[in-house]
C-alpha cells in the first residue's frame, strides 16, 4: 500500500494491522501520482491490455437497441 502526501500514522497502524506493507516516501504527491500511473500502465501491458482503451470502451457499454431513435 503506497501512501500519498502525509501519513497518517493512525490509518498507517491500521493498514498494517491488516498485514500489508505501507510505503510513504517525502515525494511531492503529484510525482506519486505519475508513478502510479506508469505503474498501472505496466500491469495492463504485462496482462495484454491496452491502458488507452478500457474494456468498457471497445464496445457500446449499454444494451439499447442502436435502431430506436433517442426519444
Not at 15 to 34: F, S
Not at 49 to 67: E, H, K
Request: aromatic share 2%; net charge negative; hydrophobic share 35%.
Amino acid at each position: 500500500m503506497t501512501l500519498f502526501g502525509d501519513a497518517d500514522p493512525v490509518l498507517t497502524a491500521d493498514i498494517e494491522r491488516t498485514g500489508a506493507t505501507v510505503r510513504h516516501d517525502d515525494l511531492d504527491p503529484l510525482v506519486q501520482l505519475v508513478q502510479a500511473q506508469r505503474l498501472a500502465v505496466e500491469v495492463a501491458r504485462s496482462r495484454g491490455l491496452d491502458a488507452d482503451t478500457p474494456a468498457t470502451s471497445r464496445g457500446r457499454s449499454c444494451s439499447a437497441d442502436p435502431n430506436t431513435p433517442p426519444p
